[in-house]
C-alpha cells in the first residue's frame, strides 16, 4: 500500500508540474519590477523607465532572464501561441532594459550600445530556448517569420527603450489577457497624438507604419486600410475615413525619436 501511495504521489506531483509548465512561466519578478520602475505618463499612451531603480535591482532582473532562458524547447511547444508569444514579448521586453542597464548610466539612447558594424538590436546576448540569440532574431525570426504568430499587435508590445517606440506596459504581458494586453497597447499608441496625427489632409503616422507596411495589411487594403479601421484611436470622422480610403488624405512617416525612455 505504502508502495502505491508513493507511486500515486509521484504521479500527482508529474501531473501538477506538467500544468505548470502548460501554463507558462511565473512572471512575478519581471512584473514587480515593471511596476516599480515604469511610470505611465500621457493618459497611459506612453511610459518612461527608471533605469535608475531597474540597476539598482537589476540581480532580480538577471534572476528572472535566467528563469526564461531555462525554458526548454519542450515545455514551449506544450505552451498555447498565446503564452508563447507573451512569453517572447516580456523577454523581449526584459532583455532590452537588460541592455540599457549593460552600458553608461549616462547613455542618452539604445543606438550608442551598437557599433559600425553591428546594431544593438544585432548583437547575441539573450540565451533562450538553447540558442544564443538576438533581439533581432525574437522579433524578425521567431515572433514575426514564417513560422511565427503573424500578429501585427506585436508591433505595439515591443519596446525598444526609446521615447518614439510604444510604451513599456508597467505589467507582464500573459497568455491568458494577451488578447486583451494587445487590443490596449494598439489603442494607446495611436492615440499618442506626439506618433500619429492628422494634419490637414496629412495623416502623419510613426515610422513603425513604414517598417512594417506589410504586416498591416491585414484585408487587402494596405496601410491605408489598417488606419481607417483604427478611425476611433486616431481620432477620424466618418468623412474622412472615406477619404483616407479613396486615398484623398495622404500618410506621411514621422521621424523615429530615438532619446532613451528614461524617466526624469
Known amino acids: 500500500m505504502r508502495v502505491l ?19 507558462g512561466l511565473d512572471n512575478a519578478a519581471w512584473q514587480g519590477l515593471l511596476q516599480r520602475h515604469v511610470q505611465v505618463i500621457n493618459d497611459g499612451n506612453a511610459s518612461q523607465v527608471d533605469y535608475r531603480g531597474m540597476r539598482a535591482e537589476q540581480p532580480l532582473l538577471r534572476e528572472y532572464l535566467a528563469s526564461t532562458a531555462a525554458v526548454s524547447q519542450v515545455e514551449f511547444a506544450a505552451w498555447s501561441k498565446a503564452e508563447q508569444l507573451a512569453f517572447l514579448i516580456n523577454v523581449y521586453n526584459a532583455s532590452t532594459v537588460a541592455l540599457v542597464l549593460s552600458g553608461d548610466s549616462q547613455i542618452s539612447s539604445i543606438k550608442e550600445l551598437g557599433s559600425l558594424l553591428r546594431s544593438p538590436w544585432k548583437q547575441r546576448f539573450i540565451n533562450l530556448l538553447g540558442e544564443t540569440r538576438s533581439l533581432d532574431d525574437i522579433e524578425q525570426t521567431m515572433i514575426r517569420g514564417k513560422q511565427g504568430y503573424h500578429e501585427s499587435r506585436i508591433h505595439f508590445a515591443l519596446n525598444c527603450a526609446s521615447i518614439g517606440c510604444p510604451a513599456l506596459r508597467n505589467e507582464a504581458y500573459t497568455g491568458a489577457a494577451l488578447d486583451q494586453q494587445l487590443n490596449d497597447a494598439q489603442q494607446h499608441f ?36 489598417y488606419l ?37
Request: proline share 2%; net charge negative; glycine share 8%.
Open 5 to 23: 501511495a508513493s507511486i500515486s504521489c509521484a504521479l500527482a506531483l508529474c501531473s501538477f508540474a506538467h500544468l505548470a509548465s502548460a501554463a
Open 190 to 225: 495611436l492615440a499618442d497624438r506626439s506618433r500619429n496625427r492628422l494634419t490637414g489632409q496629412t495623416l502623419q503616422v510613426s515610422s513603425i507604419f513604414k517598417w512594417y507596411g506589410a504586416d498591416f495589411d491585414l484585408n487587402g487594403q494596405g496601410l491605408g486600410g
Open 228 to 264: 481607417a479601421s483604427q478611425a476611433e484611436a486616431l481620432g477620424l470622422s466618418p468623412n474622412q475615413v472615406q477619404q483616407l480610403l479613396d486615398e484623398q488624405i495622404d500618410i506621411e512617416f514621422l521621424d523615429y525619436d530615438w532619446q532613451l525612455n528614461r524617466a526624469p
